[in-house]
């Protein structure tokens, strides 16, 4: 029965791969097409960057990337499910599952602050390759012990392997993506990257959570995501100058894009360790609750290539706006349809997809407004405020599930999609504010 579930993780993930190459070839066709077999490291030093035309290692490199990451975005999603219903098996409170899903995105908030200057100094994919390697130990360490509060000392330093892996490949890819396909290449990483969001809570249905099944999972899994690297090619940043602000700063220079990290890390880290535990007291049935997680992930997954696509050819703010709009009225309606499964099932696609939108969005316009070490101190401030975000999240989510079982949780969903919808559409949010 391993064997087989085994199996099947490496077909999904070869699946990923191949997928993303794929589809990288197809954009290709529609730009100048040049046979070069120049390394990305060269093109960054003739500064042909974003602006140049696609390149046979461009695709792989960036086919390479977004597989690796999206690989590592199956594990992130076993995991953060499979700790919280091992904890509400165990009887433990709400806020202490929401406390330890927080755990991870402290490590990201750390861990951002030093990212930017280690990328200066080392090459990028020699940093993904370390934290793919950490990343496997870790998952080995969490399946050994069942002490709480070694899970929480190895969740945190898990955050910190992942801030790497993120800004790392956030920022390589933006810089060397074309500008007129921009908006779909960051399209399709968040749509593999959203649909490894909807794999994980569906392995986990498959796998249970009674054994060990999992967490070598898990292992499996990181391995075949460090396998597309060795197609990828060298990477720094396109400028290695201090940036003229730093990763708190940020908050300052471009508050738009901050909160957009925050909300939406908010959003995925209170729904995803707790609306398995919502659909539980709700009446669902552990399949049917860790399913909720799967339809919302999947419009997470679909609905980025369109919105992608409407952000190259549209005006950024508008499909910010409407992807903003979108999350909030899902807030207001998914608590309302949960008697019905269908009705719920499309909800959830729609809320996720375009809140995920949310996020797609802003790295288009950071693509747009900063480039080289500003722009790899914009992902790391990403980190940041997403850390934030995701911290924040799961511990109020907790709470107020505590305080107003088990409807808290929407009602929290509802305050911050709807706080930043206002924030959406103030003009003057998109503009950078200089440092005084």
Same mark, same amino acid.
């Given at each position: 029965?391993?064997?087989?579930?085994?199996?099947?993780?490496?077909?999904?993930?070869?699946?990923?791969?191949?997928?993303?190459?794929?589809?990288?070839?197809?954009?290709?066709?529609?730009?100048?097409?040049?046979?070069?077999?120049?390394?990305?490291?060269?093109?960054?030093?003739?500064?042909?960057?974003?602006?140049?035309?696609?390149?046979?290692?461009?695709?792989?490199?960036?086919?390479?990337?977004?597989?690796?990451?999206?690989?590592?975005?199956?594990?992130?999603?076993?995991?953060?499910?499979?700790?919280?219903?091992?904890?509400?098996?165990?009887?433990?409170?709400?806020?202490?599952?929401?406390?330890?899903?927080?755990?991870?995105?402290?490590?990201?908030?750390?861990?951002?602050?030093?990212?930017?200057?280690?990328?200066?100094?080392?090459?990028?994919?020699?940093?993904?390759?370390?934290?793919?390697?950490?990343?496997?130990?870790?998952?080995?360490?969490?399946?050994?012990?069942?002490?709480?509060?070694?899970?929480?000392?190895?969740?945190?330093?898990?955050?910190?392997?992942?801030?790497?892996?993120?800004?790392?490949?956030?920022?390589?890819?933006?810089?060397?993506?074309?500008?007129?396909?921009?908006?779909?290449?960051?399209?399709?990483?968040?749509?593999?990257?959203?649909?490894?969001?909807?794999?994980?809570?569906?392995?986990?249905?498959?796998?249970?959570?009674?054994?060990?099944?999992?967490?070598?999972?898990?292992?499996?899994?990181?391995?075949?995501?460090?396998?597309?690297?060795?197609?990828?090619?060298?990477?720094?940043?396109?400028?290695?100058?201090?940036?003229?602000?730093?990763?708190?700063?940020?908050?300052?220079?471009?508050?738009?894009?901050?909160?957009?990290?925050?909300?939406?890390?908010?959003?995925?880290?209170?729904?995803?360790?707790?609306?398995?535990?919502?659909?539980?007291?709700?009446?669902?049935?552990?399949?049917?609750?860790?399913?909720?997680?799967?339809?919302?992930?999947?419009?997470?997954?679909?609905?980025?290539?369109?919105?992608?696509?409407?952000?190259?050819?549209?005006?950024?703010?508008?499909?910010?706006?409407?992807?903003?709009?979108?999350?909030?009225? $899902? @807030?207001? +309606?998914? *608590? &309302? %349809?949960?008697?019905?499964?269908?009705? #719920? /099932?499309?909800?959830?696609? !729609?809320?996720?997809?375009?809140?995920?939108?949310?996020?797609?969005?802003?790295?288009?316009?950071?693509?747009?407004?900063?480039?080289?070490?500003?722009?790899?101190?914009?992902?790391?401030?990403?980190?940041?405020?997403?850390?934030? $975000? @995701?911290? +924040?999240? *799961? &511990? %109020?989510?907790?709470?107020?599930?505590? #305080? /107003?079982?088990?409807?808290? !949780?929407?009602?929290?969903?509802?305050?911050?999609?709807?706080?930043?919808?206002?924030?959406?559409?103030?003009?003057?949010?998109?503009?950078?504010?200089?440092?005084?």
């Amino acid at each position: 029965m391993l064997v087989i579930k085994l199996q099947a993780n490496f077909t999904i993930c070869e699946f990923l791969t191949v997928w993303a190459y794929e589809y990288l070839t197809w954009v290709r066709s529609f730009s100048c097409w040049e046979g070069s077999q120049t390394s990305m490291t060269d093109e960054m030093n003739n500064g042909q960057t974003s602006d140049s035309p696609w390149t046979r290692q461009r695709v792989l490199t960036l086919g390479a990337l977004i597989s690796c990451l999206s690989i590592y975005g199956i594990t992130i999603s076993l995991f953060t499910p499979l700790l919280s219903l091992i904890l509400e098996g165990r009887g433990v409170s709400t806020t202490i599952i929401g406390a330890l899903a927080m755990t991870a995105p402290v490590g990201v908030m750390i861990g951002s602050f030093v990212v930017p200057k280690i990328m200066r100094g080392l090459e990028g994919r020699n940093l993904l390759a370390a934290g793919v390697v950490i990343e496997i130990a870790l998952i080995y360490a969490l399946m050994t012990t069942e002490s709480l509060v070694a899970w929480f000392i190895i969740r945190f330093l898990m955050g910190l392997t992942g801030v790497v892996l993120f800004v790392v490949t956030e920022t390589w890819m933006i810089e060397i993506a074309p500008k007129p396909h921009r908006g779909r290449v960051m399209g399709l990483y968040n749509t593999t990257l959203a649909l490894s969001f909807a794999i994980g809570p569906l392995m986990l249905s498959y796998t249970g959570i009674s054994d060990l099944t999992p967490f070598v999972a898990g292992i499996v899994l990181m391995a075949l995501a460090g396998l597309p690297l060795f197609f990828a090619d060298r990477y720094r940043p396109s400028s290695v100058e201090e940036p003229s602000f730093g990763v708190l700063s940020f908050l300052k220079v471009a508050p738009l894009l901050a909160v957009a990290c925050f909300v939406v890390a908010f959003k995925d880290l209170a729904t995803t360790s707790l609306m398995p535990v919502y659909g539980l007291r709700v009446g669902l049935d552990e399949s049917a609750a860790t399913l909720m997680l799967f339809f919302g992930a999947l419009g997470g997954a679909l609905l980025q290539l369109p919105i992608g696509w409407a952000a190259d050819y549209f005006d950024a703010r508008k499909v910010l706006v409407t992807c903003a709009l979108v999350a909030f009225l $899902g @807030a207001l +309606v998914w *608590p &309302l %349809v949960v008697a019905s499964k269908i009705l #719920l /099932w499309i909800t959830l696609f !729609l809320w996720w997809g375009f809140f995920a939108g949310v996020y797609t969005v802003t790295m288009i316009i950071a693509g747009q407004w900063f480039k080289g070490a500003e722009l790899a101190t914009a992902m790391a401030a990403f980190g940041v405020y997403w850390g934030f $975000g @995701a911290f +924040v999240g *799961p &511990l %109020v989510g907790g709470l107020s599930m505590d #305080l /107003w079982d088990p409807y808290g !949780l929407a009602l929290v969903m509802v305050l911050v999609a709807g706080g930043f919808l206002m924030m959406s559409l103030r003009k003057a949010y998109y503009r950078l504010k200089p440092i005084t």
